[in-house]
């Protein structure tokens, strides 16, 4: 294995719903995919190994099997070896289930967070400010993602208040990258 340590991107949804947090010096375990991208501030260019199994690929790199989690957009690579840019995403739950997990060490951890500004156009969607990228080293995953609190509507005719908020701009805590040292 040329390069034992390995970096997972985490979305904070999977911890807050049930993964478990991880923590630096303990063993994580999590289901890897493969996700093409240029612009990701985690990826990097790596020789993959792309072996056909159905239904879909898998992607073989120092002891690291990963799915293809390109989706719809960007087409799997054909058999063979590629180099390939992207990141390792994290998945606790939705992955194949012919998917070996990838276990190890957590060496390092960092809290990543996004600057997010409204759409123009006056709907309720927030964009990721480009460029706004932050990560902050911590010793173990918080369990809740820090954003900022959501408006709350107004009171409705009936009196009642609406229960669902508006999200806000803001910094969000997306999730965590964890520098894992993958064990033979």
Do not use: K, N
């Not at 719903?17 to 630096?24: G, K, N, S």
């Not at 991208?37 to 239904?55: A, G, I, K, R």
Request: negative net charge; proline residues 14%; aromatic residues 8%.
């Amino acid at each position: 294995m040329s390069d034992p340590v390995i970096e997972i991107v985490v979305e904070s949804w999977e911890i807050e719903c049930c993964a478990p947090p991880p923590v630096v010096g303990e063993q994580a375990t999590w289901w890897a995919l493969f996700v093409p991208s240029t612009d990701h501030p985690f990826s990097t260019e790596h020789l993959w190994s792309v072996v056909p199994p159905e239904p879909a690929p898998r992607l073989h790199r120092d002891g690291v099997v990963a799915a293809w989690g390109g989706g719809h957009t960007a087409p799997a690579p054909p058999p063979g070896e590629h180099r390939l840019r992207g990141h390792l995403s994290g998945a606790a739950h939705v992955f194949p289930e012919d998917l070996p997990p990838v276990t190890g060490r957590v060496r390092r951890l960092r809290v990543l967070s996004h600057e997010f500004a409204a759409d123009p156009g006056g709907t309720y969607a927030l964009s990721p400010v480009p460029g706004s990228v932050a990560v902050r080293d911590v010793d173990a995953s918080p369990r809740w993602f820090a954003r900022p609190a959501p408006r709350v509507g107004a009171p409705a005719r009936s009196g009642q208040w609406f229960v669902a908020g508006v999200p806000q701009p803001g910094r969000y805590e997306t999730g965590i990258v964890v520098d894992l040292h993958v064990e033979a």
